[in-house]
Every structure is written in C-alpha cells, then in structure tokens.
C-alpha cells in the first residue's frame, strides 16, 4: 500500500523545505521506496533536494501535442505507450528517492486526452512505491487537478502570524470539498521564533479548527542554504529543524 504525503499551505510558509526534508528522513531511515512528486510549476524541489531536473510532465505532454499536431510518428508506439515512456523518461532517479516534476499546468491549447492519460500514467507509476510526498503549489485547488490519488496525510503549513493561520484554515475546508479523498490533515506552524505560539495565534488554530501537530523552529541555517543556492538536506543532522519535524512525523498517522 502506497502512503500519500501532501505538503500544502500560503506562499513562502516552508513547503519545499518542509518537502525536501520529509523526504530526506524517509530515505535516511530506510522507509522503502520513495517517490518525491513537485507539484509546483515553479519547480524548486529538485534544487531543495540537490538534484538536478531535465524533462517535466508538462514538457512531455507539450512535445507530444507538438508530435501529435505535426503529424510526427511517435516512433511506432501508440499515444498511451509513447506518454508512459517519456514519462519514464522524465523520473530523475536518485540513491534513496526519485523524483518526477509536474511542470506547468496544461494551457488553454491543450487536449484533455493527453492530460488523462498522463495522469493515469503519473498515479500508476506512483502505486510502484511506498511513499508518494506531493510538494505543493500556494493553495489546494492544484491537489485535485494533477493527480487523482487520494491523501493520506496533508501536512498544512503556516507561518507563525494571523494571516497564515486563517490561509492554513482555509486550505483545510477546502479539503472537504475536493474530489480527492483525504485522510488526516495536520497543521505545522514553521520559522517559529521562541518554544511557543502567541495567546491569540493559539485561539486563531482553535477558531480555524485546525489540528496543530507541532512546530518548527525559525533557523537562520535554513535561509542561509537557501541564499547560497544549496539544497535544504544539507542542513546538519542535529539541526532543531530536522528534529522538531521528526517528532511530529512519528506522532502522526501511527508513527511514519
Ligand atoms: N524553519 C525555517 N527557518 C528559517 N527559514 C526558513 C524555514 N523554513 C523555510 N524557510 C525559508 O523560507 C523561504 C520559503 O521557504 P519555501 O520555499 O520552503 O516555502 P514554500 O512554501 O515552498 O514557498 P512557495 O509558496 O514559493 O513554494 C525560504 O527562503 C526558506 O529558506
Ligand atoms: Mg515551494
């Protein structure tokens, strides 16, 4: 059985980072298969991940509708074959994860039929591992659209003010409304300054009915990776970060 972890929440609240170094735990302690999924068009997983990117589903599905309308043979495969191919093509296999990059979503142009087979294509490769961890874009709407997988685990991240918490709430009723089924939703509260949360932010978390699950600490380290372009998961083993997101990964969904 697959387990699907989502990562969403407001822009800039530490989703990639918060991404990069779940993956990172489950590949160092040799959970099983990992596939790391960037559902942010923008795509910076690889770059939080060190790892570098080539090709994107959205480029596989634009090269193909280029082939299709031009009338080019897709080298004796048939449409279905061709897309599961390139899309094979377009996993960056690592040591302890791969990682596949959603790209830009389709355009106005585009041709649904491409988009459901690479979605089916993109959901059957997913089944082949043990965990699927989906980075997401700023919003949820984007949950629903690129994958029909279900969640299991929706990690919700905010930052430490009033308007994230209510950013955080609203991710988490948009949920309910999805066509994607959802199993546990979690608030992280990230870049956390001190051991605990203001008076009133804990009072906006009880009012938006979120489940905070933990916090994790402001590191001037994190920030310092990232103006130096490094990837996230070189931050030291001992860092707080890193421990603070480990307990709360083996406090929720019966310990991952
Ligand atoms: N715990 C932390 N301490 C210090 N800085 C952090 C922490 N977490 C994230 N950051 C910094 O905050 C910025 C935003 O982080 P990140 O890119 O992970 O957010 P995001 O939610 O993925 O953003 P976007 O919505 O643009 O995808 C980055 O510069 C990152 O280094
Ligand atoms: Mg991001």
Not at 98 to 114: F, N, S, T, V, W
Request: proline fraction near 4%.
């Amino acid at each position: 059985m697959t387990k699907t972890i989502a990562v969403a929440g407001k822009g800039g609240t530490g989703k990639t980072t918060i991404s990069a170094l779940v993956i990172d735990y489950l590949a160092r302690n040799k959970k099983g298969a990992i596939l790391a999924i960037d559902a942010d068009p923008s795509t910076n997983l690889n770059l939080a991940l060190g790892v570098p990117l080539d090709d994107t589903v959205g480029d596989v599905r634009e090269e193909t509708a280029t082939a299709v309308g031009g009338g080019q043979a897709l080298g004796g495969l048939s449409k279905w074959d061709y897309l599961d191919f390139r899309i094979n093509e377009a996993l960056v296999e690592e040591k302890g994860f791969d990682l596949l990059a959603m790209g830009r979503p389709e355009g106005p142009g585009c041709y649904c039929a491409a988009n459901n087979i690479l979605r089916t294509s993109v959901d059957r490769l997913s089944d082949a591992y043990d965990y699927v961890v989906i980075d997401n874009e700023a919003g949820l709407e984007h949950l629903s659209r690129r994958t029909t997988r279900d969640v299991d685990l929706l990690l919700v991240v905010s930052d430490p003010t009033l308007r994230g918490i209510i950013a955080a709430g609203r991710v988490a009723e948009v949920v309910d409304e999805l066509k994607t089924d959802v199993g546990d939703v979690y608030l992280i509260v990230n870049r956390v300054v001190g051991d605990r949360l203001s008076e009133p932010l804990m009072k906006a978390i009880e009012e938006q009915n979120l489940n905070l699950v933990g916090l994790i600490p402001a590191d001037p380290a994190v920030n310092e990776l990232d103006a130096l372009g490094e990837p996230i998961i070189r931050l030291p083993e001992d860092a707080l970060v890193r421990r603070s997101l480990e307990a709360i990964l083996q406090s929720v969904n019966g310990g991952l």
